[in-house]
């Protein structure tokens, strides 16, 4: 397993890390199997989406601080990032890809997104292939 350190700047934030998660591929020696990345915290997040237009992303933080205010009446919480949890788990915390021929099959238009839910710190991406 390779380890990737991601270091945010912002409390919501959605970072391109499929450079890093390619050289982390690259560094366990193998060309095909499934890539497993996995964030091992409870206030951030993995997907993928647009890598051309920085809009998309700045929409979905966006949408989601709508969906999910960061104060609400009932949060019980006593961190008081109640609405980072919920993000969280909305957007999950790992992603598969196939990867063949020691290449990460994306689609053209695919990055892969860490995302920040309670930051800026630094945090954690674990890459695996089995
Ligand atoms: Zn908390």
């Known amino acids: ?11 919501n934030q959605m970072i391109d890390i499929t450079r890093e ?21 409870t206030t951030a ?3 993928v989406n647009e890598n051309t237009d920085p ?3 700045r929409d979905i933080l966006h949408k989601l601080a709508t969906l999910i205010p960061r104060r609400e009446t009932f949060y019980r919480h006593g961190e008081g990032n109640s609405d ?6 909305l957007m999950g915390v790992s992603k598969q890809f196939v990867l063949d021929a ?26 695996s292939v089995s």
């Open 1 to 11: 397993m390779e380890c990737i350190t991601v270091h945010t700047r912002e409390r």
């Open 21 to 41: 998660v390619q050289e982390a591929v690259a560094a366990t020696g193998r060309t095909d199997g499934l890539v497993t990345v996995f964030c091992p915290h």
């Open 45 to 47: 997040a993995i997907t």
């Open 55 to 57: 809009s998309v992303c």
């Open 84 to 89: 980072s949890h919920l993000k969280s788990s």
């Open 102 to 127: 020691s290449t990460l099959q994306l689609g053209t238009w695919q990055a892969i997104y860490f995302c920040e839910f309670d930051g800026p710190r630094a945090r954690t991406v674990w890459v």
